[in-house]
């Protein structure tokens, strides 16, 4: 027996999850690593701690299934998107620290691009708007802000990479730098429709060619493995959110996917063309395979689990993460108080860099069971914000929204987030729809599924969560929500 072994190289952690023809996990390993903060809004991680960490992690996942390497029929990669690598294409070395998708310390270049109207062409090119959350911009940055290295660029001596080029750049031993077509769709210097990195947007961010990878499918062998994993194929690779979307098995248009994660992903499936939005949210690949590419829209959310990683370390009202659930639990609604998450700005469909996180409606009476609630429904108006803007795109009203991720094994979050939807929210019974999205990908390129129609059979339902509110109630939860989002927008301008 063979098994897909796929890595999952997230914002705070690094997972390796090993996987049968079944969809049943035989090994597993995950570790967290260091979040750097070195000045307010930024937000950094150690390149060669990704690296180490998640190649420990699957040597780990390997010798709990008590397997070698030659078991291993492919590796498919997910990985964080948007996070900007540097490195040194001679020793590998990197030049600075990765910036995170999460960092704003280019949000003063991203205002003065659309100062200069820039804007509809970065739209209509890439699909994206002008934000410091893509890649672009932090290139720019460590262009511009690292010793030397624009000149070392321009001689061709280094090479740019999101998470997944990193990752393959090292398994392969050097030999390979590539990235696939749902990342490159993450930088703003890759066009759209002709599915190659735009000349004109290379010219406008100053970005030299040489330092950016080749761009391949998201299900093909792009790669082969070095070292202890010697011979093993790479052959899936997709930003986390279209994995997931993936996953899910929302393959047919109109089908929507909310991963519950550090931020909150929603995608929703619009086909074969690209869906220009008219309500801010992002066009992006959602996968490319056998010659065929699908595209989405897309919702972000900058900080969704965070809020309750921030309440358990920081406020220190929790000890651990799940216990949330049941603070939350003992009062039956948040006595008026609201909490925005805007601790990075606002995502989709908002566009904020320089809103603030906030806590507004504070009475005598409050106290942190309401404050704990009242995180849960920050988290699930934002998605409800962003379901909006897809349905006013689309022209057609949810009927069901799949969810995943750590946050979504939240029950009363999910029971929150029908209730201001107003649809049903199914969550799946393997709810890894992020490492799944991955493993299909690299086994449909090596043939280890014949087809997308024999692993949509392994798809089942844990449980359906429908609407227990009157729509009255839900109209002026929504109100208050208005109110307290403006409250918070805009708070740094200054």
Known sequence: MKYILALDQGTTSSRAVLLGRDGRVHGSAQTPFKQIFPKPGWVEHDPVEIWSSQFGVAMEALAQA???????????????????????????????NAIVWQDRRTSGFCDRLREQGHEPLIQQKTGLVIDAYFSASKIRWLLDNVAGVKQRAERGELAFGTVDSWLIWKLSGGTRHVTDVTNASRTMLFNLHSLEWDDELLTLFEVPRRLLPEVVSSSEICATCAGALQSVPIAGIAGDQQAALFGQMCMQPGMVKCTYGTGSFMLLNTGEKPVASKNKLVTTVAWRMKGKTVYALEGSVFIAGAVVQWLRDELQLIRSAPEIEELAATVPDTAGVYVVPAFSGLGAPHWDQYAR??????TRGANRAHIARAALEGIAF????IISAMERDSGVPLTELRVDGGASRNNLLMQIQAD??????TRPANPETTVLGATYLAGLAVGYWPNQEEIATQWAVDRRFTPAIQSSERQLRKAGWKRALERARNWEAD
């Open 66 to 96: 008590n397997i070698e390497a030659s078991l291993i029929a492919a590796i498919g990669i997910t990985n964080q998107r948007e996070t900007a690598i540097i490195w040194d294409r001679k020793t590998g070395e990197p030049v600075y």
């Open 357 to 362: 996180g906030a806590i507004l409606g504070l």
């Open 382 to 385: 934002q998605i409800t914000d």
């Open 420 to 425: 201001l939807l107003g649809c049903p929210v």
